[in-house]
């Protein structure tokens, strides 16, 4: 059996070694504390992420297999189909399009009053459906704001506020619910919840409602924390059995969240 | 002649606190570089490669509370649920594997090592989400879990492989350099 050396200096520079690494940790988590610290370190982060996203998005495109670009064409094809269907309904949905719209211009001039922030960190885990972002109450950050991208594109809500940090829980998330809306011949009202990978399933339609592949789906403001309005995704599957009480949807996301490092936080409606 | 042992701790401190900053630049990269990747990269445990390489090729104690502590701080910064008791687990399942099983300080013992130590994280991380499912009746896919698991341990295995033999001679570098050779290691490596 193999010999050990003596414990007693054996144990001397453990208790060192360990001493040194958690005395270091316990510094720099106490630094963190201090916003200036927390701040400038953020700033590190979120350069990191910038650089890993980048990096990311570089090796998404090259290792982008052929074979996708093939099932990308027939998914387009397939949306090309369901547009063509909903085209004979086009007269009433002129109006979801103003609807919509209107909605698009008040999410922009909610813009005013929402948080710019970036990504500092994503999660580790499996459905990487978490992000850290850079702002937290010392900013006004507020627990159940609306996280978005782009032009009002729903990225999440804000789960957990700390003094200069917050998570962001995706709209893919598995814990994730959002009441929302789907844009058709009328207004379908469900309840959008996150699944496996980026795909959402939007439960509790009618049966009697109408809708169909490439329906947009938006928040529906009922829980009064998100905002009306703002874009979730794409019905690409509408799951209706005669027996349930309720149809079922699936939703496609409109972005990948890797790709998005800067998001806007819009407080509750009414604040 | 006096000197000697109190440079030896001083040393001995140095390093390691420079060991603390290296875990904080790698959890940095972990959680933003790496996890900013496309599948499958962005599964790279590259946190655990590192503790299982310091482990073995450094201290035991060092990288068995590298394992603990990047468990420990991911899941209190709220990037992973089950992440700090996966680290506990693997950690100790690391230190028997390094004293017991793979004690040649072999890139083949290492790479067994790393192996089982990634094994262990995956099945500790999976057990715990388990219990966590029932006890707060959240909804997990285990089926994704299970195969982004043997991705984790995939990966864990490609990141030995490809930079296990630079992190262990750049370490063995540093501490000839540095320090007198062999006294890093600390008491639990079988002589």
Not at chain 1, 76 to 101: F, G, W
Not at chain 1, 118 to 145: F, K, M, N, P, W
Not at chain 1, 194 to 211: C, H, K, N, T
Not at chain 2, 163 to 181: H, N, P, Q
Request: charged fraction near 15%.
């Amino acid at each position: 059996m193999a010999k050990f050396r003596s414990s007693s200096e054996g144990a001397r520079k453990a208790a060192l070694t360990t001493g040194a690494f958690l005395g270091v940790i316990l510094v720099f988590w106490l630094l963190m504390r201090v916003s200036g610290f927390a701040r400038f370190y953020e700033r590190i982060e979120a350069g990191v992420v910038r650089v890993g996203t980048g990096v990311g998005n570089s090796v998404s495109r090259v290792t982008k297999p052929e074979q996708s670009l093939a099932t990308q064409f027939l998914a387009c094809q397939e949306s090309t189909r369901a547009l063509a269907i909903n085209s004979s309904s086009y007269e009433s949905l002129q109006r979801e399009v103003q609807e919509l719209r209107a909605l698009v211009d008040y999410a922009n001039r909610t813009e005013a009053a929402g948080i710019v922030t970036h990504v500092v960190a994503r999660a580790v885990d499996d459905d990487a459906t978490r992000v850290l972002i850079d702002r937290g109450t010392l900013d006004g950050l507020q627990q159940g704001s609306a996280a978005v991208i782009d032009d009002g594109v729903l990225f999440g809500m804000v789960e957990e506020v700390r003094g200069t940090t917050a998570i962001v829980r995706l709209v893919a998330n598995a814990q994730s619910n959002i009441p929302a809306a789907v844009l058709g011949k009328q207004r379908t009202i469900g309840l959008v919840e996150g699944r496996e990978g980026a795909l959402l399933v939007m439960e509790f339609i009618p049966q009697d409602a109408e809708l169909g592949n490439g329906n947009l789906v938006v928040t529906s403001g009922l829980d009064g924390l998100v905002r009306e309005g703002l874009v979730i995704g794409l019905v690409t599957e509408v799951v209706s059995v005669e027996s349930a009480p309720f149809q079922q949807a699936f939703i496609e996301l409109l972005y990948e969240p890797r790709e998005w490092t800067t998001l806007l936080v819009l407080p509750p409606p009414g604040l | 002649m006096d000197n000697a042992p109190r440079v030896a701790t001083t040393g001995l401190m140095i390093t390691n606190a420079l060991y603390a900053v290296l875990f904080v630049f790698t959890l940095a990269l972990q959680t933003g570089a790496v996890a900013s990747l496309p599948e499958p990269y962005r599964l790279f445990p590259l946190a655990l490669v590192m503790g299982v390489i310091i482990l073995h090729e450094r201290s035991l104690v060092l990288g068995a509370l590298w394992l603990v502590m990047s468990g420990f701080i991911l899941e209190a910064r709220g990037l992973g649920d089950g992440l700090a008791f996966a680290g506990i687990v693997a950690a100790g399942a690391a230190v028997t594997l390094a004293l017991s099983v793979f004690a040649k300080r072999s890139f083949w013992a290492l790479l067994g090592v790393g192996i089982g130590t990634a094994l262990t994280f995956v099945i500790a991380r999976i057990l715990w989400l388990f219990v966590w499912v029932i006890f707060t009746r959240t909804h997990v896919q285990f089926g994704s879990l299970i195969e982004q698991g043997v991705v984790v341990v995939l990966m864990a295995i490609l990141g030995i492989f490809i930079f296990g033999a630079y992190i262990r001679r750049f370490l063995r570098w540093s501490r000839d350099k540095f320090v007198s050779k062999g006294q890093l290691y600390d008491i639990s490596f079988p002589q």
